[in-house]
């Protein structure tokens, strides 16, 4: 029963997202705060991840195609095609739910706690529009763009590591890179990102908003948020590839 | 003005506020005073609209609070101002962000003025210097005057201060109680305050509302109070031996009459 009654809290909570700001310019003003604390604060994580990714598929794949009747650019294009429809938004997104979820909820349990949260109803902002719609908001504009910029470089990074293994030239690897290349995939891509966004986003809001205890249950409420993300990454992951693929 | 008629409040098969009245008049401070889990509040929660009660009403100045649609109630939240038990301040802003930030949701008052009515009320709670000081770098006492000068920026109607003086030294519980009487007779405020501090209730409870296992168990003046044959609030507020003693030694200055189970010799000595 419990889990009918968070479903139906989580739904309730979005809801209560949506109503008129207090004032446009402090809800603004949220909204870039948390753009620089998801999209900049993650950046380095993302382009690491994605670099090493990008450069292990490459070896693993070049390891696996071992027919010499397989042409070398072939490696490419499977690390093109494997970046861009998973790498990039499934694995990029779960590690951003560990990074930018924990945030998210300890942020919003530690308010919750401390009645800062009280403080702002007090005050009669409405708490779920001023302090998780910005969350949503910067996480479905900033998480897309992490995910572009993981693409771009999970495919440099395979490209780096091909040339410096002596795999296959960078002339070699740029012409598999065009080769059968299909633009739905980005698109395919794009609309998962935005769909863990707001996985990535609200679920973490959820649990952090309605913590009740102390500390102890905001380091366990972050905790269940970064499991629940990951599990519903996943899970929204393979009905998406099943629905649209 | 704030009246509280038939208030009650269960959490599950736990009632735990059960048919409480009162009235909270402008201008002084009304005092909620309990053993902790006496429900007080859980009964300022009511008040402010952080719960819901089962049964009851909560009227400002005669509107019924607990009838309003959300946009009415948050208009009559923007005339409270409310002092948390931990003060609840913003730990990634300064004190004068702290101070600010009802100014900058609720006005669109130039950055100039809003900075006058911030230094304004920070001088008003005796804070100067600590403006560009995050809350982390704060005493108890600081943390509770930032508190107090946010919630008053706005010149509410209505003061609510939970618990004012937990983790408070006496000396600083005193300033912060004289701040709160000052504060509520120059600005006419309507100040409730929660507490079980034995000080606040003799130095600053102009009314005061007794409860008991979430009953309201006695009503009455810091004058009232030591005249006071109710035992339990006896019991409550004059716990220990000594505060027993100056109850009676009160008693006997204003009546020449102490209780007759005190022994007046050693009273005397």
Known sequence: MTIFSDIG??????KGMFSKPENGKMYWKEFMHQCAEIGVGSLGIVAIISVFIGAVSTIQTAYQLVSPLIPPSTIAQIVRDTVILEFAPTLVCIVLAGVAGSRIASELGNMRVSEQIDALEIMGINTKGYLIMPKIAAALLMIPLLVIIAMALGIWGGR???SM???????????????????????????????????????PAFFGYFVQGGALEIGRASTKAVVVSCIAILFSDYVLSALLL | MIEVKNIQKKFGDKTVIQDVSAVMKAGQCNLIIGASGSGKTVLMKCMV?????????ILYHGQNFTSMDAQAKTEVRKEIGMLFQGSALFDSLTVEQNVMFPLDMFTNWPVKKKLDRVNEVLNRVNLVEANRKYPAELSGGMKKRVALARAIV???????????NSGLDPQTSLVIDKLIKEITIEYNI???????DMNSVMEIGDYILYMYQGNKEWEGTNREIIFSKNQRLNDFIFASEFLKDAKDMRMLEETGQIPNHRNMDNLLK
């Open chain 1, 9 to 14: 809290r989580y739904l309730l909570m979005i």
């Open chain 1, 160 to 162: 780096l590591a091909g």
């Open chain 1, 165 to 203: 293994a002596n795999i296959l030239s960078g002339s070699v690897y740029d012409r598999g890179l065009l080769e059968s290349f299909v633009p739905y995939n980005v698109i395919f891509a794009l609309i998962k990102s935005y769909v863990f966004a707001f996985i990535i986003s609200s679920v």
């Open chain 2, 49 to 57: 609209g952080l719960f819901e009660p089962d049964e009851g009403e």
């Open chain 2, 154 to 164: 706005l010149n509410p109607k209505y003061l609510f201060c939970d618990e004012p």
């Open chain 2, 190 to 196: 309507t100040t409730v305050v929660n507490t079980h």
